[in-house]
């Protein structure tokens, strides 16, 4: 009898901890924000909002949405007004119809009218892998609406394109975009074996408290609209980068501060080589050698902590 009741007693331990954890992990944030939706000509786009103080912006990538930024945004959010979206075909963001719905102009409009519909004028512009694309297109379309620009595993479209084109191990770890492009959301093998489901998509997420939020996130997306950000916007030997221009990329005039997870197995770091030599202002690159592709959350507590100390140093 004695054994039963300890038994019993350490079922009822052991749901009730993973019932606190997943409460406890995401509650403190999700009960915090508000939510919010900017109008980009017709397409709306979902965004999170908390703190006060001048504007941050962060802007997720693939597979992804946005709850990636929950570390940041804690630590953030008693200096800032952080605001964190959903990419236009992700969770409660639209999802537009067809590929060039996804053109990266469409991209950068929808994190100007996050912008604009926060009332503020300019922001710190954060952005991870397909977010990170879109951040280096603001700082370069709308510098004046970039404050700071903070960019996690994704080179500079230059480094990217040179990479491409020169580097045999990153042209091998671009194998998974070129699938993309050719494929679609029902192709038997297109996400790790299998075809893309909420499952398949959120296997990269270690975190068990986390994992049933991101399956029901990318329930509510669109596969179709995932895959377009590659069929519109992945660099081809024909169109090295996403900005169409016959003549060479300003050097950025903000500062720059960049993230790599050295273990990324998609972006390889050389391209972030000579990146010194295409901004014209400080520049802090952070490296972790331990940290994967999502870098902000393999090194959750090094990102924030470098971000904060970073922002506050050059807060208006």
């Not at 409460?23 to 397409?43: F, K, Q």
């Not at 990538?61 to 964190?84: C, I």
């Not at 603001?138 to 480094?159: R, S």
């Not at 996403?242 to 050097?251: I, L, N, W």
Request: hydrophobic share 40%.
């Amino acid at each position: 009898m004695t054994n039963r009741l300890l038994l019993a007693f350490r079922v009822l331990f052991f749901a009730c901890t993973a019932l606190i954890a997943l409460n406890g992990h995401s509650a403190g944030l999700t009960d915090e924000v508000s939510h919010h939706y900017a109008d980009n000509d017709g397409v709306k786009i979902h965004y999170v909002k908390a703190g006060n103080g001048p504007l941050v912006v962060m802007i997720h990538g693939f597979p992804d949405y946005w709850y990636s930024w929950r570390e940041q945004m804690n630590g953030l959010k008693n200096h800032f007004t952080v605001v964190a979206i959903d990419q236009r075909g992700y969770n409660r963001s639209d999802q537009p119809d067809g590929v060039d719905a996804y053109a990266m102009h469409h991209l950068v409009g929808d994190v100007l009218a996050v912008i604009r519909d926060t009332g503020f004028a300019r922001a710190t512009v954060v952005g991870h892998d397909w977010g990170g694309a879109v951040a280096w297109q603001v700082a370069f379309n709308a510098p004046d609406a970039v404050t700071n620009l903070v960019i996690l595993n994704l080179p500079h479209p230059n480094g990217m394109a040179r990479e491409l084109a020169n580097n045999p191990e990153q042209q091998r770890n671009s194998g998974y975009a070129r699938k993309f492009i050719a494929g679609s959301a029902s192709d038997p093998d297109i996400m790790f074996g299998g075809p893309m489901t909420p499952s398949t998509l959120a296997s990269w997420v270690t975190d068990p408290a986390a994992k049933p939020l991101y399956e029901a996130a990318f329930a509510r997306s669109s596969f179709a609209g995932m895959l377009n950000f590659y069929k519109a916007n992945y660099p081809t030997p024909d169109q090295p980068s996403p900005v169409a221009s016959s003549s060479p990329m300003p050097k950025l005039p903000m500062p720059l501060l960049i993230f790599h997870g050295l273990q990324d197995t998609a972006l390889h770091s050389d391209g972030l080589n000579n990146t010194w030599d295409w901004v014209d202002n400080d520049m802090t690159l952070v490296t972790t050698p331990k940290a994967n592709h999502f870098v902000q959350q393999d090194a959750a507590d090094l990102v924030t902590r470098t971000m904060r100390w970073w922002l506050l140093d050059r807060r208006d």
